[in-house]
């Protein structure tokens, strides 16, 4: 929209940096969809644990760039990142959701109170409760990256990366292990 604005104002070089963050987000999409099928073959970790555990690789970088660097440097390269976690987390508990935003979570929260009063559909009540859980979830996050800032400055985001990647692995190892040959939903 921003891209579109700036065109529609005369800002065309303004609006014609927005390809470059669009290319990185394309790019992010392709590149999931093209290593989930030989990453699954390894057998451990699964794809998506492979795939945290890059986001972090890259986080750590980007916390060690200093904050007078262009915020569109990390902004293209988080991008990147976000387009493959969105693209590859595509569900949770069977539930279609979006890991990478919280607005439709929230909207899903409504549709399944809804849902429950309106038609007492114990299944809306299970998939609006999973919604609100990772509502829930993008709180405690921005919460605690809140607190961790002032502390860590930009390097804050590696403590929350830390914990998903923990999490995930300890699943690998554990109640999910025997998913390691399933390609995740999203693709």
């Not at 409760?129 to 993008?138: Q, R, Y």
């Not at 990256?145 to 998903?164: D, N």
């Amino acid at each position: 929209m921003i891209m579109a604005i700036n065109f529609g104002t005369g800002g065309w070089l303004g609006g014609l940096y927005f390809l470059i963050p669009i290319s990185a987000y394309l790019l992010g999409t392709f590149v999931s969809e093209i290593l989930s099928s030989p990453v699954k073959k390894l057998g451990f970790p699964r794809w998506d644990t492979y795939l945290i555990i890059f986001e972090t690789a890259v986080l750590i970088v980007l916390g060690f760039i200093p904050l007078p660097v262009p915020h569109q440097v990390v902004q293209v390269v988080v991008n990147f990142i976000a387009s493959m976690q969105y693209n590859t987390f595509g569900q949770a508990e069977g539930i279609p959701m979006a890991t990478t935003f919280c607005t439709n979570h929230i909207r899903q929260v409504g549709v399944g109170l809804a849902k429950v009063v309106r038609k007492k559909d114990p299944t809306a009540l299970r998939r609006g409760l999973i919604h609100a859980v990772m509502v829930f979830a993008f709180f405690a996050g921005a919460a605690l990256l809140t607190f961790l800032c002032p502390i860590l400055a930009e390097m804050a985001v590696w403590v929350t990366m830390g914990i998903v990647l923990v999490k995930l692995i300890r699943a690998d190892l554990g109640a999910e292990h025997d998913m390691l040959d399933r390609k995740p939903s999203g693709h």
